[in-house]
């Protein structure tokens, strides 16, 4: 992911668990991804009315990880979409390139060639 502001957003929560509606704001700036020293990261989950087999609220720890996306935040449960806060226009890279664009580009190098051989005097 690109550095910048973004907002995790919980689209399915867990089975027994209620959707946590409000999103949650994180930023990933220079230097997040080797801070140290790497912190667990908690997450309380609200368990739904409607399931009775669940305790009020559930702490489940989340496993650490050898480079963590930005251990000071804390996220959400089952975090399936995020969404950028704020977008960055990189290079596209692995772009295909249109046929007609090559060909205009040889062409070009061909008459500029043509052209300097003939004011060199070059046979």
Same mark, same amino acid.
């Given at each position: 992911?690109? @550095?910048?502001? @973004?907002?995790? &957003?919980?689209?399915?929560?867990?089975?027994?668990y209620?959707?946590?509606?409000?999103? $949650?704001?994180?930023?990933?700036?220079?230097?997040t991804?080797?801070?140290?020293?790497?912190?667990? %990261?908690?997450?309380?989950?609200?368990? /739904?009315?409607?399931?009775?087999?669940? /305790?009020?609220?559930?702490? $489940?720890?989340?496993?650490?990880?050898?480079?963590?996306r &930005?251990?000071?935040?804390?996220?959400?449960?089952?975090?399936?979409g995020?969404?950028?806060?704020?977008?960055?226009? @990189?290079?596209?890279?692995g772009?295909k390139?249109s046929?007609?664009?090559?060909?205009?580009g %040889?062409?070009?190098?061909?008459?500029?060639?043509?052209?300097?051989?003939?004011?060199?005097?070059?046979?």
């Amino acid at each position: 992911m690109a @550095y910048g502001n @973004y907002a995790l &957003n919980e689209i399915k929560p867990p089975k027994g668990y209620v959707i946590n509606q409000e999103p $949650i704001p994180f930023e990933i700036a220079k230097g997040t991804f080797e801070q140290s020293p790497i912190q667990a %990261l908690e997450i309380v989950n609200k368990a /739904s009315t409607k399931d009775t087999t669940t /305790s009020s609220d559930k702490m $489940i720890p989340i496993e650490q990880s050898a480079s963590p996306r &930005n251990p000071n935040n804390s996220l959400s449960s089952e975090i399936l979409g995020i969404t950028p806060t704020t977008l960055k226009k @990189y290079v596209a890279t692995g772009e295909k390139i249109s046929t007609w664009i090559t060909i205009l580009g %040889l062409l070009l190098l061909f008459t500029i060639a043509l052209i300097w051989k003939k004011r060199s005097g070059i046979k």
